[in-house]
């Protein structure tokens, strides 16, 4: 009997953890309603004052564009005209901020995400566990000035494509010459 209830268990966590998905998703792959693989001039035209960024601040191959609203920055990432990633940027963010922020994600995406490696520039973030080419991710980072020295934290909200990532990554693995 024991065995039976272990393995009963064992057969229900699945549909228990893919019942988030099985639900009616609140969200698109992509970045609010710009799907990825979108154009630039799509986006354009969603956030008109989108501007180019400089290129060394990019990989190679891509093109990369910020709009400023108030104190929040969006920076898109596209990989041949397609965008890929979009990372939000939240400068001076308060605690109670966050936890609407926090809260806001886990209604659009769920609670199933798990705690992100830290490093020196990120304190602690999560990524939400998503059974789609949606990637979203919630990080407290350091602002670090060129001396080292901590200035402040800012927050990032970062999604992105897995497929188009690895996309990415097959074309720079082979321009690779051993």
Do not use: H
């Not at 998905?21 to 792959?29: G, H, L, M, T, W």
């Not at 990372?87 to 209604?107: C, E, G, M, N, P």
């Amino acid at each position: 009997m024991k065995k039976f209830c272990i393995c009963l268990l064992l057969c229900l966590i699945p549909f228990f953890i893919f019942a988030q998905e099985s639900s009616e998703r609140k969200y698109i792959d992509g970045y609010e309603d710009l799907e990825w693989g979108t154009t630039i001039e799509k986006v354009r035209t969603k956030y008109s004052n989108l501007s180019k960024e400089w290129d060394a601040d990019c990989m190679s191959g891509e093109e990369c564009y910020s709009a400023y609203s108030g104190s929040v920055r969006r920076i898109f990432r596209f990989y041949n005209n397609k965008l890929y990633w979009v990372r939000v940027i939240y400068d001076d963010i308060t605690q109670t901020q966050f936890d609407a922020l926090s809260d806001k994600l886990i209604s659009k995406y769920g609670s199933l995400y798990f705690d992100i490696d830290k490093d020196e520039n990120t304190k602690f973030g999560y990524e939400w566990l998503l059974f789609t080419d949606l990637v979203v991710t919630l990080s407290v980072n350091n602002k670090i000035n060129g001396f080292g020295a901590k200035l402040g934290e800012w927050v990032g909200v970062t999604y992105y494509s897995k497929s188009i990532m690895k996309e990415m990554q097959t074309v720079e693995s082979e321009n690779i010459e051993l």
